[in-house]
């Protein structure tokens, strides 16, 4: 995960937005991923999104993609106590690359 | 749907016995499955990728006598640590690629299997 940067720690106020970023390094990376880790479990996949692709939209998530700064972006919308985990992004290029994981704290 | 199970989830054993996870996708077949190794706070690192019916491919520095993969079935693939240390002692985690019908390049993670090794 060397390659997949994304900050430590993000605390949030509940019902508010959170803002999850991540840079990667390889433009030629063709999906990119976000995942879930809530603690002692395993990996659940949020959202992808195909690097033709600027934006994608499910529900309470966004995901922007900025392929000439190499930046993807999570973001979630009115973030709930539930939504504290570990947060995930990687690439595929090949095999996956995860980056080292954002630790998100919603505060009731 | 894509489901991916583990067993065992959690797993205490001694120094020098050998111990064997299952990994299992509950509703596709996955001809590729992926096994990871994560320890605490830090990311997911790939150990090696299995393959159905011919031979695992090792990451760099994976020592493929230590951590011996078998992928019998397009639904099952075990990782078996042999002669665990307590070095081996982490959080491992499998995922598994739909062979068909659904996107190759999406990976569906098992719940993890925690070793602790005494």
């Known amino acids: 995960g060397e390659d997949v940067e994304q900050s430590l720690f993000l605390s949030v106020r509940e019902g508010d937005s959170s803002v999850i970023n991540c840079t990667y390094t390889d433009s030629s990376s063709t999906y990119l991923y976000w995942y879930k880790q809530e603690p002692g479990a395993g990996l659940q996949l949020l959202t992808y999104i195909f690097s033709n692709m600027d934006m994608k939209q499910d529900q309470r998530l966004t995901v922007l993609l900025n392929k000439k700064d190499k930046h993807l972006s999570l973001r979630i919308a009115d973030t709930q106590t539930g939504d504290s985990a570990i947060y995930f992004c990687?690439?595929?290029?090949?095999?996956?690359?995860f980056g080292s994981g954002t630790k998100l704290n919603v505060k009731p | 749907g894509a489901v991916v199970s583990q067993h065992p989830s959690w797993v205490i054993c001694k120094s020098g016995t050998s111990v064997k996870i299952e990994c299992r996708s509950l509703d596709f077949q996955a001809t590729t499955m992926f096994w990871y190794r994560q320890f605490p706070k830090q990311s997911l690192m790939l150990m090696a990728t299995s393959n159905e019916g011919s031979k695992a491919t090792y990451e760099q520095g994976v020592e493929k006598d230590k951590f011996l993969i078998n992928h019998a079935s397009l639904t099952l693939s075990t990782l078996t640590v042999t002669s665990a240390h307590p070095e081996d002692s982490s959080f491992y985690i499998c995922?598994?690629?739909?062979?068909?019908?659904?996107?190759?390049?999406?990976?569906?993670f098992g719940p993890g299997t925690r070793l602790l090794v005494l």
């Open positions: 995922s598994a690629s739909p062979t068909s019908g659904g996107r190759q390049e999406t990976q569906y």
């Open positions: 990687a690439e595929m290029r090949g095999k996956f690359y």
